[in-house]
């Protein structure tokens, strides 16, 4: 079974100090490579279907919260209050609160929405001590979050297509969800009292999930406490299960915050907001491609995805050209020449890079390269322009394939 802490270290992907606290991992370089392009695949995929990103602030007065159903509900999983100029600031727990400003801040019409409010923002949890783990359970997370304001009639076509954007994301990050599940409110005062809203949001969902005809289980209890939700569990190699992704509907903050729009009667209308992530926090999301993947990421996420061999310091040159050409049109390469050890050796060494350039003196003066992929192949030594353009193709599409021949 593969350990996401042990893997990240070795590999040199995050790591912890205590004078930075527990559940505060820091990412190294090649770490920060994986979340960033993961951060920019979402990014891509988001502004295609429609999003428009945003920026909020990480902190919120209290007041914020209490009008949101956080302080009521969910304070025990917040931080605790900072008195910042005479007002109490709390680090926020979740972004939807910030987003329905956002909307409430301009007047809208029925022809705007659905509006698509996208952020990859950072968000705090006062997690225990005890639960505190690597990526998968930290107290500052950066979510990939969206909030989509819509009509009611659109709500059940926007979590469809969110359902469908999770797909492909898995799809594209080579890993499967372990279940679906429809999440709902349970005993006890954990979640807002409206018996109607409950009705109709966990209908609509379920109606989504039906339509798509999604195998799923509904759980009570693990509802967000202002609206149900279906919850993309994933689970690692032991079996644990976790939430990665979501998709929830929610009645309850657009009436708290009072948001409205104009609709084609020329009278005020109560959205509804769909809240939905597509791989959850980067943190979660990477501690699990690592376990899938063991380290040997899909080459569009690679932190390398190309290194080159030069054979003997006769070839040094060319190689050092290609790994600048490979740089300048975007993909991450690097040299690793004589100096490291026999070319056995640095193959070994780059066993988890998806390609490998090997660059002989034949290589060197006709321009080509001769391409060793990481699952083994020998590619035929091809011109380094054509080498270099099929790789790219293969790692902008972000698909698993490591060649298309």
């Not at 994933?234 to 009645?251: K, N």
Request: net charge neutral.
């Amino acid at each position: 079974m593969h350990d996401h802490r042990r893997i990240g270290r070795e590999l040199d992907l995050f790591d912890t100090d205590p004078l930075m606290g527990s559940g505060l991992p820091y990412w190294l370089p090649a770490g920060a490579a994986v979340r960033h392009a993961l951060e920019e695949y979402v990014r891509d995929v988001e502004r295609r279907a429609g999003y428009r990103h945003v920026y909020s602030p990480v902190l919120g007065k209290r007041e914020l919260y209490e009008i949101s159903g956080h302080w009521a509900h969910y304070s025990d999983d917040m931080y605790p209050p900072m008195d910042v100029g005479g007002e109490q600031v709390v680090l926020r727990p979740s972004l939807c609160p910030h987003h329905a400003l956002i909307f409430r801040s301009r007047g809208h019409s029925y022809r705007e929405l659905p509006l698509r409010l996208a952020e990859l923002g950072g968000m705090y949890r006062s997690e225990l001590s005890g639960v505190l783990g690597g990526l998968t359970r930290v107290r500052a997370i950066q979510l990939n979050d969206a909030h989509i304001f819509c009509t009611p009639e659109q709500a059940a076509d926007e979590a469809r297509a969110a359902l469908e954007l999770i797909r492909r994301a898995y799809a594209a990050m080579g890993i499967r969800p372990a279940r679906y599940r429809l999440s709902l409110p349970g005993a006890g005062g954990k979640y807002v009292a409206d018996p109607d809203m409950w009705r109709r949001a966990g209908a609509l969902l379920a109606e989504v999930l039906d339509s798509l005809e999604v195998a799923y289980e509904a759980v009570e209890g693990e509802a967000a406490f202002y609206g149900p939700k279906i919850d993309v569990q994933i689970a690692d190699g032991a079996g644990r299960e976790a939430t990665l992704s979501t998709v929830q509907v929610d009645f309850h903050q657009p009436r708290q915050f009072d948001l409205g729009y104009t609709g084609p009667d020329g009278t005020r209308h109560r959205p509804v907001m769909v809240h939905r992530s597509i791989v959850g926090s980067v943190e979660r999301a990477v501690a699990h491609l690592i376990e899938v993947h063991g380290g040997a990421f899909p080459a569009w996420l690679a932190p390398v995805q190309l290194v080159a061999l030069p054979v003997s310091e006769a070839a040094v040159s060319a190689a050092d050209a290609l790994v600048r050409r490979c740089v300048a049109r975007g993909l991450r390469a690097e040299l690793a020449g004589p100096e490291r050890g026999t070319l056995g050796a640095r193959i070994r060494d780059a066993r988890l890079v998806p390609y490998q350039a090997v660059i002989g003196p034949r290589e060197a003066a006709d321009d080509q390269v001769a391409l060793r992929l990481r699952d083994g192949r020998r590619i035929d030594p091809l011109p380094a322009a054509e080498a270099l353009a099929r790789v790219l193709a293969l790692t902008s599409g972000h698909g698993l394939d490591l060649w298309d021949g």
